[in-house]
């Protein structure tokens, strides 16, 4: 190629065909050329020869840019605004049209609206993309949207038969007699009497204190005195201050080293008979 191009005119032509290539240059070593790579696609190259580089114009075969030659992935990572505007392809009109961050926003919120809603409410969805603003209980209670249940607000009902609760969740509350079922098999190990045992306590008590009842336990009266017993038999030595005998009217009496034996005349204690220890 000559040198001085500056120094070269002009041509003006209606129409000039090319068989392949046409070639810009602004000086001997700086040019750029047009290469019909396939022009029934409408696919034109430029190469840059001084910079040894080629690449294809971004046109497809309707004379617009192809989805496929766009890259927008070296873009700086940013902010949607509402006035910053997007390219989209609109089907009524058949055509590129752009719209901003404000009209995006409410396109997408016009497909799901979410119902207005008070404090410590929260939002449901029925199960069809309808949601619904539903007031929490008395339980509850929202701080910065984390919600907590209320101490003790759990009660008895709503605890399945068969849920295994560890004692450790437990709180430490009294159990009373009547929280105990009549037919509640506790086995006396695991009860801690902290209480004096009262003979309305037991089983097979008697029916009054210091009567002897069949089948029943011993207890005295008041004066630690007890009547009804049929045979006593011990094993040991049986000690007395005196033994009343048959329907009380002997009674055998130790006095002063010896036994006595007494009669009741009705009026007093009669001694009838005497073994001295002598």
């Not at 046409?22 to 190469?47: H, R, S, W």
């Not at 001084?50 to 192809?66: F, M, P, V």
Request: proline letters at 1%.
């Amino acid at each position: 190629m000559a040198s001085q191009l500056s120094s070269y005119g002009k041509t003006t032509q209606k129409e000039i065909v090319v068989e392949n290539t046409i070639n810009f240059q602004v000086t001997d070593a700086l040019e750029c050329k047009m290469v019909a790579a396939n022009p029934t696609a409408g696919g034109f190259q430029y190469n840059l020869p001084a910079l040894s580089a080629s690449a294809n114009l971004l046109t497809d075969a309707a004379g617009g840019i192809a989805i496929t030659a766009l890259d927008i992935d070296g873009g700086a990572a940013g902010t949607m605004n509402d006035a910053d505007k997007l390219v989209f392809y609109d089907a009524a009109t058949s055509g590129n049209k752009t719209v901003d961050g404000a009209a995006l926003k409410t396109f997408i919120g016009a497909g799901d609206t979410l119902p207005a809603a008070t404090d410590n409410q929260i939002m449901v969805s029925s199960g069809s993309d309808n949601y619904q603003s539903v007031t929490v209980s008395g339980g509850l209670t929202n701080s910065a949207g984390a919600f907590s249940l209320a101490n003790d607000y759990v009660t008895n009902d709503m605890i399945s038969n068969s849920a295994s609760i560890a004692k450790s969740k437990l709180a430490a509350l009294e159990i009373g007699n009547a929280d105990v079922a009549a037919a509640a098999a506790i086995a006396y190990s695991k009860l801690q009497l902290n209480n004096a045992v009262v003979i309305g306590d037991l089983v097979n008590g008697p029916n009054t204190a210091g009567t002897v009842d069949a089948s029943a336990i011993v207890q005295v009266d008041g004066a630690k005195d007890i009547t009804g017993f049929n045979n006593v038999t011990a094993s040991g030595s049986v000690q007395a201050a005196d033994v009343l005998v048959g329907n009380s009217q002997w009674k055998i009496v130790e006095s002063g080293g010896s036994l006595v034996f007494q009669f009741w005349s009705g009026a007093a204690w009669v001694t009838k008979s005497s073994i001295s220890n002598a």
